[in-house]
């Protein structure tokens, strides 16, 4: 296990005593009412888990000093960050000029991405399909945990905006708990895979 992931536990760690109350309800708390408090709490834990993880990745890989010509192209554009939205509609000539200087200035200096993690406040399957886009995870690996995943997001944005629609049991609490926890785990094992392989590197293939 490379050392950046034991980081990415212990950061995370925390979060299995949380989960293990979610679970259980030792207070008798009434059970709807339990299940709604609930899924907000899984869902942060959720989207936490992911935010901490990559800002974790990001920070090693900027420590690293790579050069921006030796490392993937996914990886220089994430560098360029908001850069690009320079170039959406029209452009003067000064826009463009200054995105290319940024642009040249990025390709001779060392890699650096900025910590900003946008989950767009809604991590379900469109959103991590694109994460793992961005650093070569294979999402693929998500398949069984995606659909419940997506329902405890939806449930989620219904409870915030105050829709009562929902009768949820603690079954329900221990499937969308357990979905996370899965994919918390399999996200963890796609960034050790990462930089096991150092899949940052241009040369890296697979």
Same mark, same amino acid.
């Given at each position: 296990?490379?050392?950046?992931?034991?980081?990415?536990?212990?950061?995370?760690?925390?979060?299995?005593?949380?989960?293990?109350?979610?679970?259980?309800?030792?207070?008798?708390?009434?059970?709807?009412?339990? *299940?709604?408090? *609930? /899924?907000?709490? /899984?869902?942060?834990?959720?989207?936490?888990?992911?935010?901490?993880?990559?800002?974790?990745?990001?920070?090693?890989?900027?420590?690293?000093?790579?050069?921006?010509?030796?490392?993937?192209?996914?990886?220089?554009?994430?560098?360029?960050?908001?850069?690009?939205?320079?170039? &959406?509609?029209?452009?003067?000539?000064?826009?463009?000029?200054?995105?290319?200087?940024?642009?040249?200035?990025?390709?001779?200096?060392?890699?650096?991405?900025?910590?900003? /993690?946008?989950?767009?406040?809604?991590?379900?399957?469109?959103?991590?399909?694109?994460?793992?886009?961005?650093?070569?995870?294979?999402?693929?690996?998500?398949?069984?945990?995606?659909?419940?995943?997506?329902?405890?997001?939806? /449930?989620?944005? &219904?409870?915030?905006?105050?829709?009562?629609?929902?009768?949820?049991?603690?079954?329900?609490?221990?499937?969308?708990?357990?979905?996370?926890?899965?994919?918390?785990?399999?996200?963890?094992?796609?960034?050790?895979?990462?930089?096991?392989?150092?899949?940052?590197?241009?040369? *890296?293939?697979?």
């Amino acid at each position: 296990m490379h050392r950046v992931t034991e980081e990415i536990l212990a950061a995370n760690e925390w979060r299995d005593s949380e989960f293990a109350k979610l679970r259980t309800n030792q207070h008798g708390v009434d059970e709807r009412l339990w *299940c709604r408090l *609930c /899924i907000p709490m /899984i869902y942060a834990h959720w989207e936490g888990f992911v935010v901490t993880s990559l800002r974790i990745l990001i920070e090693h890989l900027n420590k690293m000093d790579l050069a921006t010509s030796a490392v993937q192209t996914r990886l220089v554009v994430i560098g360029l960050g908001d850069t690009f939205r320079t170039l &959406s509609g029209k452009q003067s000539f000064d826009q463009r000029s200054a995105f290319i200087e940024k642009f040249r200035a990025l390709l001779n200096s060392s890699l650096r991405i900025a910590k900003k /993690i946008d989950t767009k406040s809604n991590l379900k399957s469109d959103v991590l399909l694109e994460i793992c886009g961005m650093y070569g995870f294979k999402f693929d690996r998500f398949a069984d945990v995606t659909g419940d995943i997506d329902r405890l997001v939806n /449930i989620r944005n &219904s409870i915030a905006h105050g829709e009562n629609s929902f009768v949820l049991s603690q079954e329900n609490v221990e499937t969308y708990a357990s979905a996370v926890v899965t994919a918390m785990d399999i996200f963890r094992e796609e960034i050790d895979d990462f930089l096991d392989r150092e899949a940052y590197l241009a040369r *890296c293939t697979a």
